[in-house]
């Protein structure tokens, strides 16, 4: 019942997030008749960070991956099991796919149009490199040193990332591979994928190799402390037990 929760939580996060980011995007390009792309891309940034922000601070305290890098890097960082890996991951897709599909409908277009917006510049590649490197920088550092803080953080910087990269951070195997669903703002079109998921990879890989070392004495104080405190307990616990059994 517990992994039915985790996975229920990432199907509806991951829908609302697709919902927000394509949504979004049609909206402020019909706004503005498809005549300043700049305000339409700022438009879909905020709109993106405020969702964002409530997506994880209502579901975090179940699950709030919502991106299968996210997910990989946890197996990998032992935050996960691997046995939940793939369901994780399907799941993420899944309601991904179908945020992209009621945007679509909910703006009266049909239900699943393939995108023709190419995305292969090499500027962008190296755009979702940096957009997911910063993006699991930023949950690594805010975890560790402001837990509280994690929502407002990862908001804060995706709203900044879309606005700052070259590719509009899409940081997200799963969004990037939803998106090749609706031929609006905010597409990528199907041949582009396999280069932005494979740049997102090596930039969630680099992230986790650098963080992860700066952040290793910090990550071994704490599991030092955490044995002592375990210890600690282990003896109490057998003291309590000694003077009972001596009454």
């Not at 917006?117 to 993006?135: K, N, V």
């Not at 407002?152 to 070259?166: D, L, N």
């Not at 190799?209 to 002592?228: A, H, P, S, T």
Request: net charge neutral.
């Amino acid at each position: 019942m517990k992994h039915a929760r985790v996975l229920v939580a990432e199907f509806i996060g991951s829908a609302f997030l697709l919902l927000v980011v394509v949504g979004s995007g049609i909206l402020s390009d019909r706004l503005n008749g498809g005549a300043n792309l700049a305000l339409s891309v700022l438009c879909v940034a905020f709109a993106t960070g405020g969702v964002l922000y409530a997506l994880i601070s209502s579901l975090g305290g179940v699950s709030a991956h919502f991106n299968p890098a996210v997910t990989l890097v946890s197996a990998f960082r032992r935050e996960l099991s691997w046995s939940l890996v793939l369901p994780y991951i399907f799941t993420q897709v899944l309601g991904a796919c179908l945020g992209v599909i009621l945007a679509n409908l909910m703006f009266d277009l049909p239900a699943v149009t393939l995108s023709q917006t190419a995305r292969h510049a090499s500027g962008q590649y190296l755009g979702e490199f940096i957009a997911i490197f910063g993006l699991l920088g930023t949950i690594f550092g805010t975890a560790r040193h402001r837990p509280q803080a994690v929502p407002a953080a990862v908001a804060a910087y995706v709203a900044g990332a879309i606005y700052f990269t070259s590719s509009t951070c899409f940081a997200n195997p799963a969004v990037t591979l939803a998106r090749t669903l609706t031929a609006t703002l905010t597409g990528i079109c199907p041949a582009d994928v396999a280069a932005y998921v494979g740049c997102q990879l090596l930039g969630a890989l680099a992230a986790m190799v650098v963080f992860g070392w700066l952040f290793k004495d910090e990550d071994g104080n704490i599991e030092r402390i955490r044995k002592e405190l375990s210890e600690e307990e282990l003896r109490l616990r057998l003291e309590r037990d000694y003077k009972l059994h001596n009454l």
